[in-house]
């Protein structure tokens, strides 16, 4: 089939060819539903090409906490296995037996709570080692949907491979893998507008650019209808007896599904029920004397024994038989099956030379993963609709509104109050927008990220100080925009230097704000985020000296005026518009203007116009304070929370 010529990604250091490609995409044989056939990946040669790994794990445990004095649980019971190279292998069960839970921890994914070994080769798994050689593709597809796969997979290319390649070389893996997941013919669509299939393919393909050995799949079957499945399954297959060793989770395949796998594992109440070939799994369970129905599919049998239909004294008779795992009678050629000795002088250790080139985690350097993720922050930033977009048509129409509600309140003499009151409804749009946009947008990020950085694309550090750089000019040009149209609509006085310390304490707002919807968001989910946000905000507004003045404060509650950054916002306000001796307003609207004098209304206030640069500091201080609280947050997030 010809294709439409790709077009180059701009911006990447990735070449894609321009002109016409030709992919393969052949249908598999009747019955199979469609496939893919896929050659060996041509590009990913030009990627570091290791040995296949033989993987077994030894009386691996689970145990987690069911929370303050509520004990614990154990979800896996001491499982043994051996996933042999060159195969895709299911890990099958009723729901709750522990499927996930074990990738999670086959995977390295899962820390807390785990017991028993690894062995990667014969010899016990380094996880840094073992990090750089897999990968794990959860259930849910996270991706970057507002790029396009081309893009998607240029800027992971330019995170995950080294520096040094070549641009056309990268394009070249790209091109190829592409080629073969059949994604070629939509490189310039977006992910969010990709079928779940599609989905599912890229998913796996951005993980295929490094040539990982070892790829877990959580359930990559969930959600697809049956072609679907089946081409996703058909393309792990092949993927595998290239040379990779594939271990998914899946839920009750159908037996044409179930076929296509290699091997099977299967788990019921975190123990092993068994272990062996597809092929094999008939005959055992005829040497069990269970034996499968005629017409049964074997798969959804051993999920009803598993699920206990049965009887429980079957499940316990297969665990026994199996010895929890410990059985390989039941693999490919068992006999031949090499030790762990034997496996060890087949793999000797400076093989693991090729994996540990430096001390970084990632493949590229800090400063590369910085400039790609700034790349691929202002890409998203011009294409996304609320975070770029909407945010600044609501500061122009915010702007609007307060101006027109507020019109000339700024000069004259009687409106003095109307105008304090303008000042902190401006300090609530710059606290509250941002705040809530971060705390609802950021969850859905933070599952992209958690999925790219434990893949080893970039560091937190990285990730962190990018979307930093990304967001200071949005937050600028929202901010500038807004302050104009307010400034100059409410009358305020047109003096540069009033004008510029109106706009720093209103950035420093939106940054600060921005900042405690990153720890909200970092830490919660939307739910609970969207409750705390305003809740945490209600004190902060108590203390900003508006409804009670400083002086009136309680001095046992003074404290909370330190707490506040709204006070520090309110201050500023009141000294770029107040202060520096401003002259006696105009009194026009009225007879009498109390507040004609501004000194006058500073004292009544209770704030001194003085402080203006302590009110900077102290913002500042905010700032940095949240900032590092939030990035805290989010390593103890990636980390502590597995
Ligand atoms: N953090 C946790 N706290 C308490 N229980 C947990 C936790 N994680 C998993 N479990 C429990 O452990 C059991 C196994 O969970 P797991 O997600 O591994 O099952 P599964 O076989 O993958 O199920 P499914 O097919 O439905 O996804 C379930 O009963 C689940 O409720």
Redesign the pocket.
Known sequence: MMLAGAQIVEDSNVAFNKNNASVAIEPSGPGEGPSFHVKPLIGSSKVVSRQPVDMSFSNITCT???GFNKGS?Q?LHGVNGRFRPRKLIAIM????????????VLSGYRISGVGGAVFINGRGRIMKNFKKMSCYIQQDDRLQGLLTVGENMALAADLKLPTRMDKYDKGEVIEDILSNLGLYEHINTRGSQLSGGQKKRLSIALELINNPLIMFL??PTTGLDSSSCSQVVQLCRNLAHQGRTIIC?V?QPSASLFRLFDQVYV?AA?QCLYQGTTDNLVPYLEHASIPCPIYHNPADYIIELASGEYGEDKIKYLMSKTDNGRSLDWLEEPDSIPSMEALRKQHPLCELRNLDPGSSDEETSQSNQRSVLIRRGFLKAKRDATMTHLRVIVNILVGLMLGVLFINAGNEGSRVLDNYNLLFAILMHHMMSPMMLTILTFPAEMSVLSKEHFNRWYSLGSYYISITIVDLPISIVACAIFSVIVYTMSGQPLDIVRFSMFFVISLYTVLVAQSFGLMIGAAFDVVNGTFLGPTFSVPMMMFAGFGVTLRDLPSYLYWGSYVSYLRYGLEGFIAAIYGMDRPKLACEEALYCHYRLPRIFLNDVAMSPDMFWWDVLALTVFLFVLRIAAFLLLKWKLTAVR
Do not use: R
């Open positions: 987690v906490s069911l649980k979800i069960g009723p729901s709750g037996a522990g499927k996930s839970t074990l990738l999670d959580d359930e989770t839920h788990l975190g």
